[in-house]
């Protein structure tokens, strides 16, 4: 099992960024994905999960309205597609896939909320 986010970046606050993860190594249409960060000095918390058809979504407070995930089963990849960014979403973002008791991550991408 491989994912491989993509996308981060320095970005000004009220900006967007569109994150990526690509998996591989599983049948990515059977399962759901999602999405945590860990800012500096924090504990990593769930961002937002997708279900392997894309018909339930979830959010944590501080991002609903402003986050939305998606996938693309075809693609093997899931999305984050992030707004009206602030201080405060900095963080290195990690999906995450859990397949049969065993829980992948993969290595992060950095996301800078910053003027």
């Known amino acids: 099992v491989q994912l491989v986010e993509s996308g981060g970046g320095l970005v000004q606050p009220g900006g967007s960024l569109r994150l990526s993860c690509a998996a591989s190594g599983f049948t990515f249409s059977n399962y759901g994905m999602s999405w945590y960060r860990q800012a500096p000095g924090k504990e990593r918390e769930l961002v937002a999960g997708i279900s392997s058809g894309a018909g339930y979504t979830n959010y944590i407070d501080p991002v609903k309205g402003r986050f939305t995930i998606s996938r693309d089963n075809a693609k093997s990849t899931v999305y984050l597609q992030m707004n009206s960014l602030k201080p405060e979403d900095t963080a290195v973002y990690y999906c995450?896939?859990?397949?049969?008791?065993?829980?992948?991550w993969g290595q992060g991408t950095q996301v800078t909320v910053s003027s």
């Open positions: 995450k896939s859990r397949i049969r008791a065993l829980t992948y």
